[in-house]
């Protein structure tokens, strides 16, 4: 089974500046997806980014992008220019190629921004 | 655009009394999940349907019990509530099928205290 970790429970970074969460990831398949889900106070999910393990890419959303390392086992997200509303949970989420697309949570790191 | 829409997002209930939460969603997903989230913890999945028709154990399902009504609605049930289900609780669904990056789509979740 597919395992996700995160282990920075809690970061902060002050406003405007730039902070990477850490992710790694435990499978024996090749082929898969990986997700940053953010979840502000409002307790709603919100898709950040994806990544497909096949691409060798980085994924990239506006302020937002990742560095995946496949080798490694590694998804780390990093956050550019950080503002106020980027305060929330941030989870990061695996996802098989094949098969239902049931996703794997990692338990998550509380970003602060500082003002 | 409604999206996923979950009902009640509040309830308590004492312990060994039973209850279904609800969840619909409006885009023709294929595949429907139910997750739980503990403090402190991601989520973890409870049920999924991978299409109409189907359900499958995820990682925590016992004391659950699920329906998928139709291709629409997908409702999860606790027929007697145990103070260890206290949680919230998140409806998704994705469009399914082998393949593909289309993320989940998450409802606002519902709040579950048992006494």
């Known amino acids: 089974a597919q395992t996700v970790t995160q282990s920075q429970p809690e970061m902060s970074v002050q406003e405007a500046e730039t902070v990477t969460l850490s992710c790694t990831y435990d499978?024996?398949?090749?082929?898969?997806?990986l997700f940053w889900y953010k979840q502000p106070p409002s307790r709603q999910m919100i898709l950040v980014i994806r990544?497909?393990?096949?691409?060798?890419q980085n994924a990239t959303e506006n302020r937002f992008s990742v560095n995946f390392q496949k080798a490694a086992k590694s998804f780390s997200l990093k956050i550019s220019d950080s503002q106020l509303g980027d305060a929330a949970m941030y989870f990061c989420a695996y996802r098989s190629f094949q098969g239902a697309q049931k996703l794997v949570f990692g338990q998550g790191t509380r970003l602060t921004i500082n003002p | 655009n409604a999206g996923v829409t979950q009902t009640p997002k509040f309830q308590v209930l004492k312990t060994g009394q039973s209850m279904t939460l609800q969840c619909a969603q409006d885009m023709n997903h294929n595949s429907m999940y139910w997750y739980r989230q503990d403090p402190g913890m991601g989520l973890r999945l409870i049920y999924y349907?991978?299409?109409?028709?189907?359900?499958d154990k995820g990682e925590v399902p016992n004391g659950y019990n699920v329906s998928r009504l139709n291709k629409r609605e997908f409702s999860l049930r606790l027929e007697s509530a145990a103070p260890s289900q206290t949680s919230v609780y998140f409806c998704a669904s994705s469009e399914g099928g082998t393949g593909g990056n289309q993320p989940q789509h998450f409802g606002d979740g519902t709040r579950l205290s048992i006494l």
């Open positions: 499978t024996s398949e090749s082929d898969y997806y």
């Open positions: 990544q497909e393990a096949y691409k060798q």
């Open positions: 349907s991978a299409s109409e028709g189907t359900t």
